[in-house]
């Protein structure tokens, strides 16, 4: 399924008790991100359906709730965007656990130890615990 993501999913109100970015009128809305969910390891999670976005309001779209977006960014190796994750877009521990697990998945990717720092950075102690929990939990 094609849906928005990236920083437009981000400036975007989702279900979730996230803040997201508040820059929405500062980014162009005519060639919004869309990527194509099968091509993701995480497929359709975290993607609302049926959705306004500014500049087309006469057509719907699927669009990554926060958390899915900030994933979408590390995978990609965009931490510049994601920069704030923590405390600027998320802004709420009850999503870490779900946060972490589904960065884990990403650790065969060859950019691993830059999203390792990335959210070392993010999450400190909180991510550094998660993380060797993984680890053992899978017998690394």
């Known amino acids: 399924m094609k849906y928005v993501t990236l920083i437009h999913a981000l400036n975007l109100p989702c279900k979730?008790?996230?803040t997201g970015d508040w820059h929405c009128s500062a980014l162009q809305w005519k060639k919004p991100n869309i990527l194509e969910s099968d091509e993701s390891i995480w497929k359709d999670y975290g993607i609302e359906k049926n959705k306004e976005i500014p500049k087309h309001k006469r057509t719907k779209y699927n669009v990554a709730n926060?958390?899915?977006?900030?994933?979408d960014?590390?995978?990609m190796g965009n931490f510049t965007v994601a920069q704030g994750m923590n405390k600027d877009f998320i802004c709420n521990s009850k999503y870490d656990k779900e946060i972490f697990d589904?960065?884990?998945r990403m650790k065969d990717l060859p950019?691993?130890?830059k999203i390792d720092r990335f959210m070392t950075k993010e999450y400190l102690k909180k991510w550094v615990n998660c993380k060797k929990?993984?680890?053992?939990y899978e017998g690394v």
Do not use: G, Q, S
């Not at 926060?66 to 994933?71: F, G, N, S, T």
């Not at 929990?133 to 053992?136: H, N, P, V």
């Open 102 to 104: 589904k960065v884990i």
């Open 16 to 18: 979730l008790e996230t």
């Open 111 to 113: 950019h691993w130890d």
């Open 133 to 136: 929990r993984a680890l053992i």
């Open 66 to 71: 926060h958390i899915r977006a900030l994933l």
């Open 73 to 75: 960014l590390l995978y």
